[in-house]
Structure formats: C-alpha cells, structure tokens
C-alpha cells in the first residue's frame, strides 16, 4: 500500500467532509479489485454513506455504477462486510437504476446467509422490489415471519409493511402467520450476534410489528378487528412488549372512534389499562378517553368515574421524575383544560409544583394550562403567582404567559382589575424585546376594546407608560388608542397634555401619529376651550421641521375648521378626523387587486369606495370577539386540525413556535378568511347580476348551507341574501357525474304553506348548462311584503340531463336529453338571517334597558347535550355570544345563554337571555328576549328552535 | 385519531456544535409515491434549515422532550455533539422515548470511548449501523439497547475471514452495561 492512500485511510475519521469524486473513484477502484478488501471496502462504503447521507447525491449513471460495483462485493462471505453492503444498496437504490439485479443475490442470503445478515437482507428487499417483483417474495417472507429469531422476523414483518402499498395480495397469503406472530415470544438469541459481550433483553419487539401488520391487512373489517382486541385484551400476559400494548389501546381507539357505541364494552378494560405497568400504556388510555370524550356526542358515553380515575393517573404521572412522562401527561392535561378547565382543577397542586421545572417546555404547559383553568375564585391569586416569577424567565415564555393571560381576560372580563395590573406592571417594569411588549399592548388593547369599564384605568396607565418607552410601533399603536378612546373619556385634557409632550419629545414618525391624535380631542363635545387650545397646539406644530407632521398638522386644522361650519361639509370633516366606518378589509383588497388587474382606461376612472362593505366599530368588535371565541373554539374540539394549522403558523413566526400545540391563535383565522372571502365573493357576483341591481344595496347574506349529501350526484348548497324589499336565495349546483351535462337547471322552490306565503316568487334564473364537475350558481328571488318574513320552502331540482360525447365533451347533437327532478332539502328563513351579530360590553345593563319582551319556552325531547343545543342556537340566531355563555359546563345540567345582535333592516339592537335545564326527559329551554323592535323581538324568540 | 400506522420516527439527526449535520436520515414510508409526502423528507435546503432551527432552540437547554415544528422531539446533548429523535406528533411520547433510549444507549456502548464529534466521525460505519438497526424507514425496530448493539458488527479485524474475540474488552463491556443497567433500574425506583 503507498502511503499515499494509506494516509487517505487514517483521515477516514477526520470530521471533513471527503471529496466526492475521489470518493466515486475509490469505490470503483476497489469494489472491482480482486480479492476483495473487507476491511478497506467498508471504510469506503462508510465514506460512500457519509456523503450520501450529507445530502450529496451522484447522477444516475455514476450512482448505477456504484450499485452495480457494489453488489459485486456479494460474493465476498465476510458478515460485516455484508451488513455495510445492505446500507449501501437502500441508500442507493434511491438515485440507481436496474436495482432489481440485487434481488438474487439478496434472496440467496435469506435463504443461506448467516442469522447476523439474515435480517439486513430481509429488510433491504423493500427497496429493490417493485410492483411487478413483490411477488416473488412470498414464500421468503413467510418463512422469516415465522422464524424462531426475533430479528427475522420482524424484519420480514416490516418489509411486507412496506411492501403493503405495491402488492397486497401477496402480503395477505400469510396474514395467519402475521397473526400468529402476535402471540409468539420470540427470544433473542444469546450467542447468534456479532458481539457477543452484550447481553441482550428480550423486548418481544416482534409483537409490536405483527401487531401493527395485521391491522393494516384488518383494518377494514371491524368485526375482526374486534375479535382481535378481545383476543389479545382478555389474555393480559400475551402481550409482553410494551409497545405492542400501546398499539392495542390505539386499536380500541379506531374502533371507539368508529362506532361511539362499543365504549361502554370498553370501559372495564380501560380501567385496567390506566393503572397497566407501563406508563406509556397509561398515557395512550387517557388519551383515548380524553379525545373521546371531548367531543360533545360521546361525552355522555364516559362513565364519570372512569373520567375521574383518568385524571388521577395523569395527575399521578405528574410527579414521576421521568421528563417525558411528566410532558405526555401536561399535554393532555393541556388539551383537557381548552374544553373543560374545571375537571382538571384538582391537578392544580401538582400544577403550580410544575412552574419552576427545569424543561422550559414543561413550565410552559403547566402554566397555560394552570391559566386555563382559572375560575372567578382563583384568578387573582394565580396572577399574583405568575408575577411572581414572570421577571426571570425568557421572552418566548414571558408572550406564552401573556397570551393566556388574555384569553383569561376575554373569559372573566369581571375580573379586568387584576388581570390590567399585573399587565401594566409587566409593560413598565419587565426587560424584553419589541415582540413581548407588543403582545402586552396587544392583550391590553383587547381589554379596553371589549371590557369597556376598565377604559380610564388602561388609558391613564398608558399615557405613563409612554414617556419612557423605547419602541416607536408601540408609541404609535398607543398614540393611536389615546385618539380614539381619550375623546370619550371624562378628563380627556389630561391625555391632551401626554400626546402633545410626545410632539415636543419624540422623532418623526411619532409626531406625526401624536398629530392624528390630537386632532381627534377637537371634536370633544361640549369643551370649547380644549378645542381652541388643540388648534393653538396645532397651529405650533404646522411649523415643525419634518414635511410629514407638517402636513398632517395643516390638514387638521383644516378639517377643525370645517367641522364648525354647518353644512355637508362638517360631517365629511367628522368623517375624516374621527371615522366611525371600517372596511371590509379582505373585500377592500380584492376589489383594489381586480381594480388594478382591469386597468380598461388607465386608471381614469376613480377606484369606486363604495361598493366594499363597510362595518361600524361595534360590528368590527363583534367580529372580532366571535373570531377569537372560534378560535379557542376549534382548536379544543378538533384535535387532528391542529396539524396542518400549526404547519402553516409555524413558517411565520419562530416566537409562536413554543406554543405549537398549546395555542392555535393565529392559525385557525387562516379558515375564517377563507369563509369571508367566499362571502364577499358571492355577494359581488350576486351584485353583478344585472336583475338584482334594482332590489338596491345587499342587507345580510346568511352562510352557507348544505343541502345535500356531500356525496350526492349533485352537490347542492344555499345562501340566503336579504334585501329591502327582496329575497335572493342562491343554489350553487354541483355535477359530480362524469359523462352527463345538464341543460336549464333550476330549483323550483314551494312555500310550506302557500295560502299564507308573504312571498312573491319574482324570477328564477336558471343555469343554461352544467358541465361535469362545475359549479355554478341558480337564483331565485322573492318579494316580500313585510320587513320580517319567516317561511319555509320545499326544494326541488329540476333539469334537462344530456348524455356527453366522451370524445368533444359536447352533448350528441340528436339527443333530446329527458327532463328529470331531485328532490334537495329545504331552505328555511328564520329572525336569524335578519340579525348580525354585535357586541356590547356590559350585557346585564343593556338588556333591562330595552323596551320590548318576549318569553317562550321550549321542550326538547331528542337526547342531545347542552352544547349541542346551545351551538345550534348560536347558529339560528346569528347573535354573538357575551360573557364566554357560549361553552356549556361539563359537569352541570343548567346553562345560561346570553346572545346579542341587531336588525340587519334597521339597526335595532336585541338582545336574548336564554336559560336551558337538562333533564331525563330532556331539555328544557327559556327564551327571554328583549328588543328594540317588537316584532322583530317576538318572531326571534318564538322561531328559535 | 392517534396514528396507527407505525410509521412513527420522522428523522434521526447527530449534529455537531454548530448545528451542522454530522448525520441525518429523514424517513418516509416507501412505496406511497402518489401520496403527498413530508417536504422536509426530499428538500435538502429545508432540511438544513430545519436543523439549524431545531439546534438553536435546543442548544444548552437541558430539556430533553420539546415539541417543533410539529413534532415530537427527543434529544440529549453531549460535549460537542447533539443526537435528536424526530417523532411523530401523534406518537405515544413514552414509545418515542424508548426508541430514543435505545438509541443513545447503543451509541454508548458501542462507542465506549465515549460520545463525541471525532469518536463519531471516526466509527462513523458503526453509528450507520446501529440507527439501521433501530429504526426502519421510520418504523422501531428494537429498543433494547443491548440487543441493537449485538446485532452491529465491528469492522473486520484484518482482511482475513477469521474474527478473533477480544475477551478482555467483552468483561469490560459488561461490567459498563450491568452498571448503567442497574443504575436506571435505581432511578426509576426512586
């Protein structure tokens, strides 16, 4: 050997990535040199992976070469040689062509090799096998599965796994013996292996293995499934392994979740489960029994004490040392508390023990859900705890903390005074990075803008805070608050005096906003002198050095002036200083975006305002409310949501990233826009359509809803759209069929009750062709006599079917096509699709002052849960819920619902206080409603159900 | 739904210091080209990414189990390197753990100069072996420590086909392994 290349030897470890052509060189040198090297052709296959698995790879015909050299080495007996081969052929096989040459030499070694390469060989199959090949496999496999070593076995188990997809047929000849797996203890071997000095345990892996394979071939047949859950549950010692135990709850879990109706069944083998040996076992029951229970249908399956014994395991689990079972069990815990907070308080303890743990991950679950689980009692004294120790913790931590402190502000907006405190005192007295102190003024804002009593406090706390602070976007978010808050409140000169020392202060950009500002305090009602001394104020700045604060300044005393005048004028000038109209930003950006696509004219004609939506301050608050009660909302009850919302969150942000699973809050607004934008768009093209234009501007559109099966021959669902005078319903038809075009599709709609109809079926129009899967849009409008109308209609399809051409997709020209009907489900108009949600901050007081009342009660006799009653009131009703009334507690049988909105028509506010008891009978609910408008008050509640 | 495939190990990573890859193994169920799979699995630039990212948030953070990025992830952090299991988020923790122990344990008695980036490096074959030899495109194959390190074979001692026993070193290794046995035994007692 030169010492050259024995130098290249002894740099084999070195930490350098070697090169790769010298690499490819090497290995075609010495895999074709005879004898073979074992020693020197493992160290360059061991390069060889080095590289590969460093993300090189070779082009095809090199990495064809290299397989192929490589495969040579098969004739060479030496087992460790051997075992490095097999890695090389599955990282190869990858990028090579021809891999299928291997399989005989792979073969020969199941059949002959030594019990060491054995399984290595078994498992390679998987990457060089296709399609056409698996077959060939069979009788190998069977053979192995059935082989006393534990090795073999499994990994002729795993390879028909993987061989599942391609050649099921084949992997089911020997389901028996897969099954008979399950229950064979397989010993490892003491001798058998390379280094004999181990001494290994037999983990009886392979029932894992066969247990995971069986299900694969079973999964669809749940009666077998069946058998083998009681086989293998009814017979505790079977099964030795513990991940195999932990797959057989999994399995119960599929069947549970299949058919909600075999927990009880479950339920006593559960119970064993959750005191089993092994934790993990104990961990994947609770959490089988806690996702099964969340959702509101089954909830009523679980048996309370199995509940209850499910949370003292995982409390148990709690105090283990072990870091990984203290986590496992937090996290469903976690889970637990977003639904129902109250069952896990005895946790609580245990809870706060878990604050200080040193896995930063594990105080973080401990604290949210601690959080969580407040109730009006122990709020204050769990703030106090969390200030305790909020100064010394990182900043991630510290915006995780806030966060939950204000979802617990949305919840208990009574307890506002504690929650602003420890807010305000972490705002000034707490180090931390632009990004945490902008969550504080986030979770701040929050409260001022739906606890309405805590105004004056949160201002005054935050005109301090703003002398000293260091980060211009929060100066000018608060600027901002101060100018639209600070008007209404009843000293608003002191705040005068705050923003004005920014302007004498501050750079630029926060003149500029402390200018805007200003200018709002004005418009103050009734003080003649603070308007004077704001336009001397103004008057002073107009001189200032930046163009910007300048105009701004100029602009303001302008629009003052205006707004003193008594004509049109004012009121565009109180307009503009002091707007009290939002856009509907997603429709704003989609007509700007179609506004600049056009481009017809070059932009002549003006962009038309206008036509986007425009919301006032309540309904933007409403909104707001309702997207973020949603939000906790669905990311509690829909657990496997969770995944690809958290893939999309996670690219945005890396602070978010702790709280992956903890809190959903941006991610889940991702499908509320998506459901806006549909919105709008229907509104536009309902809009552009040239007989509605008349019927005036669009009042409410309800959402959609389905009316068909989504696995019907025509996929129907409805909006409802209220004007003035006129109803609209819009049908989008979908044709799922393949090879049949419909001709004149129309929805003949039948009043329920045609001698009293208020309505006045105007037109129809009708789609005039509908190709396979398309979708498009029949309308059908209505006139109406009466501001309110409540009707019901029976709905029916009507068309022309044409048979298609498969070849020009056009129908045949001498096909007549038959008329056909299809029966869909009806529509129904209720008081709710004349309501939009509002929001009010203080419930109680506003609901005596209204002048109206209306009370009725219900009786219901399905056997359905509060919840589900009180989600389905929510939705006919179209109010927003107050006070966090939209979540019916667990535990007891009585809730109290409140809801708000106002008439779409005309702006009148109602409001409904709705009280429901559960009973074996039943649920019996009380609707107390109180409105503005007495009709409107009386159709909304006795049309409730 | 808990995930009942088991398919369950998303990757393996050893990283150096610096966050750069010593080895990583991103795995996929094979054979199911038609589903949309994992684009972390065949985008070497994401992958990088990924690990630095993943390095960061876990360098000099004693803390073992943490959830990124959507998965389950358990690591231990040597002197100068990090091995990592990255698992499914569906997974019981508990089995991850398992795997992962198996892992770090047959790294420790396979490599019994202790784990570092140049004792890696150097046996690197061996450390290739024992993670095939754990886990399976992604599905766990053993997790007995001992029982993975015996199935690894040493590089051949010269080029000829006998294989001679080191006696003095097998005593060695037992005595090693009989003590961390017992003293996991100890702890988990406590």
Same mark, same amino acid.
């Given at each position: ?54 993300? /090189? ?51 020969? +070694? ?94 009886? #892996? ?157 105080? #973080? ?98 005109? &301090? ?19 639209? /808050? ?60 930046? &163009? ?69 301050? &309540? ?165 109406? +006599? ?55 901050? &203080? ?103 | ?190």
């Amino acid at each position: 050997m030169s010492a050259q290349t024995y130098k290249k030897f002894e740099n084999a470890g070195s930490t350098d990535l070697p090169d790769k052509m010298t690499i490819y060189q090497d290995c075609m040198n010495k895999f074709n040199e005879s004898p073979i090297s074992p020693k020197r052709c493992r160290i360059l296959i061991s390069r060889l992976l080095r590289l590969l698995l460093n993300g /090189e790879t070779f082009p095809e015909t090199e990495a064809t070469a290299l397989f192929f050299s490589i495969s040579k080495l098969f004739q060479h007996p030496n087992d460790s040689l051997r075992q490095m081969v097999y890695l090389a052929i599955k990282e190869l096989s990858g990028m090579s062509e021809d891999v299928l040459m291997a399989t005989s030499s792979i073969m020969k +070694d199941i059949q002959n090799g030594s019990d060491l390469v054995k399984p290595n060989a078994i498992r390679s199959l998987a990457y060089v096998l296709d399609e056409s090949t698996a077959f060939s496999a069979e009788r190998l496999l069977k053979s192995a599965v059935v082989s006393k070593q534990p090795s073999v076995s499994s990994a002729a188990l795993i390879t028909s796994l993987n061989l599942l997809p391609i050649s099921e047929t084949t992997i089911k000849r020997f389901a028996n013996e897969a099954q008979e797996a399950i229950g064979d203890l397989k010993q490892f071997p003491h001798s058998s292996g390379a280094n004999s000095e181990y001494y290994p345990n037999s983990t009886f #892996t392979t029932q894992y293995h066969a247990l995971g394979l069986v299900y694969q071939l079973k999964k669809n047949d749940k009666m077998a499934l069946l058998k083998l859950v009681k086989q293998l549950s009814d017979n505790g010692n079977l099964l030795k392994n513990q991940m195999a135990k932990v797959q057989l709850v999994k399995l119960v879990n599929d069947l549970v979740n299949r058919d909600n109706q075999l927990f009880p069944q479950f339920q006593p083998i559960l119970f064993n489960w959750l005191s089993n040996k092994f934790e993990s076992v104990q961990i994947e029951t609770a959490k089988l029994i806690t996702s099964f229970a969340s959702s509101h249908k089954n909830a009523r399956l679980v048996s309370p004490d199995l509940f209850a014994s499910t949370i003292s395991t995982l409390q148990g689990l709690l105090t283990v040392p072990r870091v990984t079972s203290r986590f496992a069990a937090l996290r469903i815990l976690n889970k637990i508390s977003m639904t129902s907070p109250e069952k896990i308080v005895i946790c609580n303890p245990e809870l706060e023990s878990l604050i200080n743990d040193s896995n930063r991950n594990i105080s #973080t679950y401990a604290i949210t859900t601690l959080l969580k689980t407040g109730t009006a009692k122990n709020i204050s004294s769990l703030i106090s705890t969390i200030t305790k120790f909020i100064h010394d913790v990182s900043d991630d931590f510290k915006i995780i903390i806030v966060d939950a402190v204000r979802t617990l502000s949305l919840n208990f907006p009574q307890e506002w005074k504690s929650i602003v405190k420890f807010l305000i005192d972490v705002l000034k007295n707490s180090e931390g990075g632009l990004t945490f102190k902008n969550s504080i003024i986030e979770a701040i804002f929050d409260i001022v803008s739906f606890v309405p009593q805590s105004k004056e406090v949160v201002l005054e706390n935050l005109c &301090d805070f703003i002398e000293d602070c260091e980060y211009n976007e929060i100066l000018v978010r608060v600027l901002h608050l101060l100018g639209k /808050e600070g008007p209404f409140t009843s000293k608003p000169s002191l705040y005068v005096r705050h923003i004005y020392n920014r302007v004498v202060l501050e750079n630029s950009i926060i003149r500029s906003a402390a200018v805007v500002a200003l200018s709002k305090f004005a418009l103050t009602k009734n003080d003649s002198t603070l308007k004077s001394s704001i336009i001397s104020l103004l008057k002073r700045i107009s001189n200032d050095q930046d &163009d910007e604060v300048r105009d701004r300044a100029t602009i303001a005393l302008k629009l003052i002036d205006f707004t003193s005048a008594d004509d049109e004028n004012s009121l565009i000038a109180h307009d503009l200083l002091q707007s009290k109209k939002f856009y509907d930003l997603p429709s704003l950006e989609n007509k700007l975006s179609a506004y600049l696509s056009s481009n017809t004219d070059s932009f002549s004609t003006p962009f038309d305002s206008a036509s986007v939506r425009k919301f006032t301050e &309540d309904e933007v608050k409403a909104m707001d409310l309702k997207r973020k009660q949603e939000q906790v909302f669905n990311n509690t009850s829909e657990g496997s949501r969770e995944t690809p919302i958290d893939m999309s969150l996670e690219s945005t942000t890396s602070i978010k990233e702790q709280r992956l699973d903890t809190e959903t809050y941006h991610g889940a607004s991702l499908d509320q826009h998506q459901e806006e934008l549909v919105a709008t768009k229907y509104a536009d093209e309902l809009m552009n359509v040239e007989e509605f234009k008349d019927f005036g501007s669009l009042i409410n559109s309800s959402k959609i809803i389905s009316l068909t099966e989504q696995e019907a021959e025509f996929v129907v669902s409805g909006v409802k759209h209220i004007f003035k005078k006129h109803v609209v319903f819009q049908f989008n038809i979908k044709n799922t069929l393949t090879d049949v075009a419909l001709d004149n599709v129309a929805v003949v709609c039948t009043s329920e009750d045609a001698e009293s109809s208020k309505l006045n079926e105007t037109f129809t129009l009708p789609i005039d062709r509908l190709m396979p899967s398309i979708e498009l849009q029949c309308y059908v409008a209505f006139e109406k +006599d009466s501001d309110v109308v409540m009707e019901g209609f029976l709905n029916n399809l009507v068309f022309t079917t044409r048979e298609l051409n498969p070849d020009t997709q056009e129908p045949y020209e001498d096909d007549e096509g038959f008329q056909d009907e299809y029966e869909i489900d009806p529509i129904y108009l209720n008081a709710g699709d004349y309501i939009e949600s509002s929001f009010i901050g &203080d419930f109680e007081s506003a609901f005596d002052e209204l002048p109206n009342e209306e009370i009725a009660v219900y009786n219901i006799q399905e056997d359905i849960s509060l919840q589900e009653v009180i989600d389905k009131l929510v939705v006919n009703t179209s109010c927003l819920p107050l006070s966090n009334t939209q979540f019916a507690p667990n535990d007891s049988n009585s809730h109290t619902l409140k809801l708000f909105g106002k008439s779409a028509l005309n702006g009148m506010k109602v409001a409904l206080l709705i009280k429901m008891i559960k009973s074996s009978k039943g649920i019996v609910i009380k609707a107390q409603g109180r409105a503005e408008d007495e009709e409107l008050c009386s159709d909304l509640v006795n049309g409730l159900m | 739904m808990s995930n009942l495939s088991l398919y369950s190990v998303n990757a393996i990573l050893i990283l150096d210091n610096h966050g750069n890859r010593i080895y990583s193994k991103y795995y996929k169920p094979p054979h199911l080209n038609n589903v949309i799979t994992d684009s972390l699995f065949d985008n070497i630039k994401k992958q990088k990414e990924f690990e630095q990212k993943l390095f960061k948030k876990t360098h000099k953070q004693d803390s073992e189990i943490l959830i990124f990025e959507n998965n389950i992830i358990l690591y231990k952090e040597y002197i100068d390197v990090t091995i990592y299991l990255v698992g499914n988020i569906n997974e019981n923790e508990i089995i991850l753990q398992n795997a992962f122990s198996g892992f770090k344990g047959s790294m420790e008695l396979l490599l019994n100069n202790g784990i570092d980036n140049k004792n890696v490096s150097e046996n690197c074959d061996l450390v290739y072996l024992l993670i095939d030899e754990i886990i399976d495109n992604g599905v766990i194959l053993e997790t007995d420590p001992a029982s993975i390190a015996s199935r690894v074979t040493k590089q051949p001692t010269s080029d000829t086909l006998n294989q001679t026993l080191d006696l003095d070193k097998g005593l060695l290794g037992a005595w090693g392994f009989a003590k961390s046995k017992l003293q996991e035994r100890l702890q988990q007692g406590l």
